[in-house]
């Protein structure tokens, strides 16, 4: 950790060393550490120390960006000496529009130190239950410490740090696999007992599936199938850029009743409810957006040069700089959960498909539609008559997810917290009507 | 670089580990890109960092930085990383045997396109995507260019001082046509980017992109008017771009040897392709011919040397349509008792190295490509990659194309669009009744291949020709 202080410096010093009209630094300092097991031991046990520095620079209607891990004097003036160039040969067309300075709300997030053996005193329990049970152990345990810092030329100057652990356990046996994951502020904060636990009854429930016809079917999908659904509806839908070149169900739709009136979707990240990220890669302190209000979608996220075309103000959703190309993305989405429990949304179900969880989910077979396909895995079950009824072997679904949220029956009350585009997302389980299987595998 | 490795070498090796291996990394990035008539992307990025991977008790330990100064704390956390892992785990890991080497190797390229003028690079983009709005009913046009630069150095424990520069370029364009709720889109060379390969300026030249950002263009917009491919089950003919693709998840996926013994399962998955199945396996009819070569001239997998310091090869992973081998590393090669054939690559010095495709390689067939398509009575011919997804096993795809054609006696007919074709891997390679020669045969550049956690991205290759397919499942939405 550098610390707000020694920041602050080091950023001035480059302040003040680059030349042009209008300038941004940003710098992002990480420390992560990641324990992979599989086949019953730890396979990957790794630690990374990342530093990298943004410069975004403008000169009246010009701009370009660079990064660089190397803070050494000759690699900053090469790099400034390239921006140079990079400036004087391109054509008047856009300007560098920078956020004023801000004022931030002091948020409390504690700091741990990535541990090693921590994760694999954890690891050791992980495959204890699954010997246990005569199945194979597998999955990884994260830690991940970062300070990030933004300074422009207009004056803006924040620090913030970011802290959270990820969890992921599965159990594989001769013809079935259960998974679940979790992410939380520290490693303490997950529950590894219960994620063990849920994962290894999925696998040994799962086991010798049978065969099921593709067809329209009622589906309970838990939230780690809900967030991948959520992941492309943000991708191609939630960023204001995306709603700006009409390739966006925004474009369309906004104000519109297009999803059930149960489904509800905010952006917070000052949410104590998630992990906090007090400020985007432009400076702009977290915004609460209502994304969608009972069914209607409302409003993207902004960043700032898409929120001055909008005649908006941004709304804290700037991507690093290098992939401010993209435009804005949802990073601290929650879905409202809603107040029963999974197993009621289950036996509300009179023939249908239980979901653990999706794989290889894409859109872009229509973006504004999000016409996704993908596969179920770890954990796909028939439910008759509100009980679940057998396995079933994994399916290939080919459906729109702007309809599927319009076919939302029930929200479950349970919710988990994921990674998502850099951020977190909240998710709970949705019961869905008639959805899209078009296909099977062999397992 | 030479000098801080072999300090860090040596004070790893002092700590009386099994096994260390150093590698130093810098890399350059140059990325424009154009859209609508405004310079969107202008970056220029470097990063630069040592990786160290210790084996102690047969355990791994990894850990990098960017701080090579204070290189003693990165390596004593990857010493205590490796005894945690040790506290676990009752298997250790031995690596089969390679010879030391001590080499350098530098990728072959005409002209620097780090040392091309911005002016001249960027007139092209501005210049493609001019040409492309100026067709009546375009959205968006997308003009890219990428550079990509890295020098390395392995060093290890056994004796291997192995120094490597690679140099790649590569650029596309792509035009959107939108109407309400229908979006269409056509790019070439390839979508997702272009085309790239080991290569300077001299590759975006032969590129064309001024002669067919019209040609994409206009396509794009009759995509609007064009009927959705109806649904079937028909002969398909792919082209290049997308048989690449197909390749890469298809093949060069469940081949990696990592996968087939589960340490990818909890996040990629695993492979159909099991060690039982070897020489056992027919993988797709008898004129399928899939080799995993890194030593092709300008394949974006090509090296001379993989990260663990073994040598590039030329390997069969598909002969004669049997599934014979797999993508190995030193570790995964030791467990089915065979030697490394060299695929190991890491993203950058902060990641660790992982199996990797290097150039997943369909071998050309003899007929050429306009002999398949007049030897066709009835079919769909469909080109350009627009969306996929694959099971966690690799059986079950789905891969959805920018744009297809009818193919009525012999003859290229009726555009559709939205076109996908969706099947079970093995009956897709079974029923490959014809591949085009090497006349219509290059290899295409993937700089986007996604794998492992934390997440890396790979730089792979993938040779084919345009090839024919029977009894596929085809549709439009």
Known sequence: ?443 | MREIGREILNYASRLGVDYVDVRIVRRQREELSVKNGVLETANINETYGFGVRILYKGAWGFASSFNLENFKSTVDKAFAIAKATSSVNKNKVSLSPINPVKTQWKSSYKIDPFLIPFEKKLNLLFESNRIMREVSGISIALSEMEFFKEDKIFLSSEGSEIEQSILESGAGISAFAIEGDDIQRRSYPNSFGGDYRKAGWEFIEELNLLENAEVIAKEAVALLKAEPLPEMVTTLILDGTQLALQVHESCGHPTELDRVLGTEASFAGTSFLTLDKRGKFQYGSEIVNIVADATHSYGLGSFAYDDEGVPAQKSFLVKNGLFVGYLTSRETAGIIGENSNGTMRADGWNRIPIIRMTNINLLPGDKSFEEIIESTDDGIYMSTVKNWSIDDKRLNFHFGCEIAYEIKNGKIGKMYKNPYYTGITYEFWRNCDAIANEKSWRVWGVPNCGKGEPIQTARVGHGVSPARFRRVKVGGK
């Open chain 1, 1 to 443: 950790m550098w610390g707000k202080e020694r920041v602050y410096d080091f950023l001035e010093k480059i302040m003040k060393k680059i030349p042009f009209e209008k300038k941004e630094l940003v710098l992002s300092i990480s420390s992560e550490e990641l324990t992979r097991f599989a086949n019953n031991m730890i396979h990957q046990n790794v630690a990374e120390e990342n530093l990298i520095l943004f410069l975004r620079i403008g000169e009246g209607r010009k701009k370009a960006v660079a990064s660089l891990s190397n803070l050494d004097s000759e690699s900053i003036d090469n790099l400034i000496k390239i921006l140079k160039l990079l400036i004087q040969n391109q054509p008047d067309i856009e300007e560098l529009i920078l956020p004023k300075p801000q004022v931030y709300k002091e948020m409390k997030i504690e700091l741990f130190n990535p541990s090693p053996d921590k994760r694999a005193e954890i690891v050791k329990k992980i495959i204890k239950k699954g010997e246990e049970k005569g199945v194979d152990t597998y999955g990884s345990i994260s830690e991940s410490i970062n300070e990030l810092s933004v300074m422009n030329s207009n004056g803006l100057f924040a620090y913030g740090t970011l802290c959270y652990a990820h969890g992921k356990t599965m159990y594989i046996s001769e013809s079935s696999s259960g998974y679940q994951e979790c992410a939380g502020k520290d490693l303490d904060s997950i529950d590894f007992e219960i994620l063990s636990e849920v994962a290894l009854k999925k696998c040994l429930d799962g086991k010798n599936p049978e065969d099921l016809e593709p067809g329209k079917y009622e589906v309970v999908l838990e939230p780690l199938a809900v967030v991948e659904l959520m992941e492309q509806i943000s991708y191609f839908g939630f960023s204001a850029k995306a709603m700006q070149e009409k390739r966006s169900f925004l474009s369309l739709y906004q104000g519109q009743r297009i999803f059930s009136p149960l489904v509800n979707i905010y952006d917070d990240g000052l949410d104590e409810k998630g992990i906090i990220i007090p400020f985007d890669f432009e400076g702009v302190p977290k915004r609460h957006v209502d994304l969608v209000k009972e069914g209607v979608p409302l409003s993207p996220v902004y960043d700032t040069a898409t929120a001055i075309k909008d005649k908006k103000e941004s709304t804290g959703h700037a991507l690093p700089p290098t992939d401010s190309s993209f435009g804005p993305l949802p990073s601290n989405l929650f879905f409202v959960p809603g107040n029963k429990k999974l197993e009621d949304l289950i036996s509300s179900v009179e023939r249908g498909i239980l979901v653990t969880r999706f794989h290889y989910v894409n859109a872009f077979l229509d973006p504004i539609k999000v016409l996704a396909t993908g596969m179920t895995r770890d954990g796909t079950f028939l439910i008759e008559k509100g009980k679940i009824k057998k396995p079933i072997k994994n399916l290939r679904f080919t459906q729109s997810f702007v309809e599927a949220l319009g076919n939302v029956e029930e929200i479950s009350s349970e919710k988990v917290i994921l990674p998502f585009f850099g951020g977190f997302c909240s998710v709970p389980g949705l019961k869905i009507k008639e959805f899209n299987f078009t296909g099977v595998t062999e397992f």
